[in-house]
């Protein structure tokens, strides 16, 4: 096994975290009838992160294939 087949594997990891990072320690199917101010912010920034995940695993498997 080279690095590169290790390196391989890097941009599924970034995947499978932003998947951890959203999905809430306490899921429930039930839509809340309210949402106070703080759980907004917390969806915004969850949002936010995720969008900047996203775009940031295509650019890092291509330099990883460019090795």
């Known amino acids: 096994m080279n690095i590169k ?31 106070s101010l703080k759980q907004s912010k917390g969806i915004v920034k969850r949002g936010i ?3 900047i995940g996203i775009g940031l695993i295509k650019p890092t498997a291509k330099i990883i294939s460019d090795l």
């Open 5 to 35: 087949n290790i390196l391989g594997i890097v941009p599924g990891l970034q995947a499978t975290s932003l998947l951890v990072y959203n999905i809430p320690k306490k899921f429930s199917m039930k839509p809340s009838k309210k949402m």
């Open 49 to 51: 992160t995720t969008l």
